[in-house]
């Protein structure tokens, strides 16, 4: 009975967790922004703030938060480059721009330090479903403006990123 029991359960499981004949995957194809990606969408940033007149830092992460590119501006303030870095990470570990995740700075998320920072200037960067990454800016009078800069540097690969 002990047998019967046993091969039963076995057989449920056998067909429970893969159907006859379907082969199982076993890797997942990531997509990544390339290294000259990565660069055009922070200069872009760079550019849009030097237009008008405000030096910045831009940091450029990957879908893991890891930082892909760092820029900062030649007369932008030290303390704006790890910043940047922050705002980005945070961008895409939320999945969303700095200024829909300013409520969250008061949470206790805010305390562990985690890399965090919970305001304006940040875009994650998004084509065709795919989180491919983040833009964080710092530097501007205010993080409305940083994350306009940011914007500007998504824009400037978007419709490639859409294409593929």
Do not use: H, W
């Amino acid at each position: 009975m002990n047998i019967k029991k046993i091969a039963l359960v076995s057989l449920f499981f056998l067909i429970s967790n893969n159907s006859f004949g379907e082969e199982e995957i076993l890797t997942q194809k990531v997509s990544r922004l390339t290294l000259n990606t990565a660069i055009k969408i922070a200069k872009a940033s760079i550019v849009a703030c030097e237009a008008k007149g405000i030096p910045i830092s831009v940091s450029v992460v990957d879908r893991n938060g890891i930082a892909q590119v760092q820029l900062r501006d030649t007369m932008a303030p030290p303390v704006s480059y790890p910043i940047s870095f922050k705002k980005a990470y945070t961008s895409v570990m939320f999945n969303a721009k700095g200024s829909q995740l300013t409520s969250q700075a008061s949470s206790p998320l805010q305390n562990l330090n985690l890399n965090l920072m919970f305001s304006a200037g940040s875009v994650p960067i998004k084509a065709g479903g795919v989180l491919y990454g983040a833009i964080g800016v710092s530097g501007a009078p205010s993080g409305k403006v940083d994350e306009e800069c940011a914007t500007k540097g998504l824009e400037a690969v978007l419709e490639d990123l859409e294409m593929m």
